[in-house]
Every structure is written in structure tokens, then in C-alpha cells.
């Protein structure tokens, strides 16, 4: 069944192909955060650059409140894109190691039921019982690996969907604190 060279190196290759797909998702993931990374930090030491420039130029109060209002709100909206965009990454890298995982689960299960097929034509009188038990606690543990895998991907939406609203929510509150800091300038410069 399982002890010729031919089929022992078909599951050593089929596990080769694993995880060098799993190796490879993560060195692209890993890839693509640096990247993001080193963006970010270009891009803050570009604008921190623009911004001592700007406040250097500042020549009253009533420039310097303007100027002081006008650079919270994009660093907040930056922030959040930055989490987005690792978020991103992070979850995509997430789902295809999950498919990885759920290919292999299911070659594993493929070659459990080739097995019990096996033991069942080759078994002695009187074995029907012990080889019934095995299915059903196959059988048990796909049930409750399909249940596992459901419940974390129903996790995976929740979690996605707290992201996004918490993302909206500081937003919100970001321009809102943001025109209350221009209302209080307005009302001390006038």
C-alpha cells in the first residue's frame, strides 16, 4: 500500500511542494512589510523635513495656529493607512497558508480514507468493528477540524470588521478634534 520507494516519494514530494509554498508566501509577506516599512519611513522623514521648513517660515501666531491645525489630521490619516495596508498584508499571508494547510489536511484525509480502504479488504473475520471505530473518529476529527477552520475564519471577518469601524471611528474623532483646534486658534488669534 504505503511501503513502495515510488509512493513513499510522492509523499515526500507533495510535502517538498508544501512547504516551499508556505515558505514562499512568507518571504513574500515579509517582503512586502519591509517594503511598506521603508515607504513609511521615507515618506515621514520627507514630511518631517517639509514641516520644520514650514514652522521655520512661520512669521505670527495666526500662521503658526493654521500651520499647527493643518498637520494633525494627515499624520492620523497616514496612521491608519499604514495599519491598513500591513493589515493587508498580514491577512492575505493569513489565507494562503490557510489553503496551504487545508490542501495538506485534505491529501491527509485522501490518504487516511486510501488506508482504511486498504485495512478493510485486508483484515481478518471479525474486524469490521475495529476498522468502523477508526472511520468514525475520522470522520470526528474532520468535523471538528471543518468546525475549528469555520469558526476562525468567522474571527478572521469579525476581527476585519472591528479594523474598519475602529479605523472610521478615530478618523471621525481625528477632524473633529481637529476643528475644535482651529475653532479654540480662530477665537484667540480674532
Given at each position: 500500500m504505503f511501503t513502495t520507494p515510488t509512493q513513499l516519494a510522492e509523499i515526500q514530494k507533495g510535502q517538498l511542494d508544501a512547504l516551499y509554498a508556505l515558505s514562499h508566501t512568507v518571504f513574500d509577506a515579509t517582503e512586502k512589510l519591509i517594503?511598506?516599512?521603508l515607504a513609511a519611513a521615507k515618506a515621514l522623514m520627507d514630511e518631517s523635513a517639509e514641516k520644520?521648513?514650514?514652522m521655520l517660515a512661520v512669521k505670527d501666531l495666526q500662521e503658526l495656529v493654521a500651520l499647527?491645525?493643518?498637520?494633525a489630521q494627515p499624520s492620523i490619516e497616514k496612521a491608519i493607512s499604514y495599519s491598513r495596508n500591513a493589515y493587508s498584508i498580514a491577512s492575505n499571508a493569513g489565507a494562503e497558508i490557510s489553503k496551504i494547510f487545508d490542501a495538506q489536511v485534505a491529501e491527509g484525509n485522501k490518504r487516511i480514507a486510501e488506508m482504511l480502504d486498504f485495512a478493510a479488504k485486508n483484515a481478518p473475520a471479525g474486524a469490521e468493528p475495529a476498522v468502523s471505530?477508526?472511520?468514525s473518529a475520522v470522520a470526528a476529527a474532520n468535523t471538528a477540524y471543518d468546525t475549528f477552520a469555520k469558526a476562525a475564519k468567522q474571527a478572521v471577518e469579525v476581527a476585519e470588521s472591528n479594523f474598519a469601524a475602529?479605523?472610521?471611528?478615530t478618523m471621525k474623532a481625528a477632524a473633529a478634534a481637529n476643528d475644535a483646534v482651529k475653532a479654540k486658534a480662530a477665537k484667540k488669534v480674532a
Open positions: 517594503d511598506l516599512n520644520a521648513q514650514a499647527v491645525s493643518n498637520l471505530m477508526v472511520r475602529a479605523a472610521q471611528a
